[in-house]
């Protein structure tokens, strides 16, 4: 028998959780009737269904199964699955095993990625006990969140107004919808920003240098 199996286009948009689906395609080349088809595919949540799963000599039989992704999966960018395909014939008399077939296939895993930065501005530091002046600290904090669906690693912060550049947020890995708070150095007030009357911080997704 040979197998012949087929997996999806490349997967836009691949998640966590997502599935994908696999059909498995066998044709009996021999000369006796084969029976009690099995297709192995380890990766995958169940056994696939065939339909039939006793194939005279030239009939063809299809199979169909579903693969859960997981974050490894998505992160890698593929996934490679092996399949075998196991049946039983009758040769005189007896019940043999038919030799088992195996296809390979890689399909590829497009994901996203994108992040949300905020900055939040805490208790000024009067350190005059004259109100705001320029000197005076203001402690910011920044927090990151992994919008996409694929992890991140070396989240890097880029701040002109903080003196910030290359600043490691998170050098550990940053997962899909999970968020991250940077410890930045307090900022210091400056003549300009007291004579303006406020402080503006990074904007959402501003200066922000990522991994994967």
């Given at each position: 028998?040979t197998?012949d199996?087929a997996?999806?286009?490349p997967v836009?948009?691949?998640r ?8 498995f395609t066998?044709?009996?080349?021999g000369?006796?009737t ?9 990766l995958?949540?169940?056994?696939p269904s065939?339909t039939p799963?006793?194939l005279?000599?030239?009939d063809v039989?299809?199979c ?10 998505v992160?890698a960018?593929s996934v ?8 039983s014939?009758?040769r005189?008399g007896?019940r043999?095993s038919v030799p ?6 890689t399909t590829t895993?497009r994901?996203?990625s994108g992040?949300?930065?905020t900055a939040?501005a805490?208790?000024l530091?009067d350190t005059g006990?004259a109100?705001?002046?320029a000197?005076d600290?203001?402690p910011?904090?920044i927090?990151v969140?992994?919008?996409?669906t694929?992890?991140?690693?070396n989240?890097?912060l880029?701040d002109?107004?903080l003196?910030l ?9 940053l997962?899909?919808?999970a968020s991250?708070t940077?410890?930045?150095p ?18 959402e997704?501003?200066g ?5």
């Amino acid at each position: 028998m040979t197998l012949d199996k087929a997996g999806p286009a490349p997967v836009e948009d691949a998640r966590a959780e997502q599935t994908i689906a696999y059909t498995f395609t066998v044709t009996n080349t021999g000369a006796t009737t084969i029976t009690d088809l099995t297709i192995d595919d380890p990766l995958l949540a169940s056994a696939p269904s065939c339909t039939p799963t006793t194939l005279l000599p030239g009939d063809v039989a299809s199979c169909t199964g579903t693969l859960t992704l997981t974050q490894a999966q998505v992160d890698a960018g593929s996934v490679t699955n092996l399949a075998t395909a196991r049946a039983s014939t009758t040769r005189a008399g007896e019940r043999v095993s038919v030799p088992p077939v195996t296809d390979t296939v890689t399909t590829t895993l497009r994901s996203t990625s994108g992040v949300s930065v905020t900055a939040e501005a805490g208790t000024l530091v009067d350190t005059g006990a004259a109100g705001a002046t320029a000197g005076d600290q203001m402690p910011v904090t920044i927090t990151v969140t992994n919008t996409g669906t694929v992890t991140l690693t070396n989240v890097r912060l880029d701040d002109p107004k903080l003196g910030l550049t290359g600043f490691v947020c998170t050098a550990g890995p940053l997962a899909p919808q999970a968020s991250a708070t940077c410890s930045v150095p307090a900022y210091v007030l400056t003549q300009t920003d007291v004579d303006a009357g406020e402080v503006s911080f990074a904007r959402e997704g501003d200066g922000l240098g990522t991994e994967r």
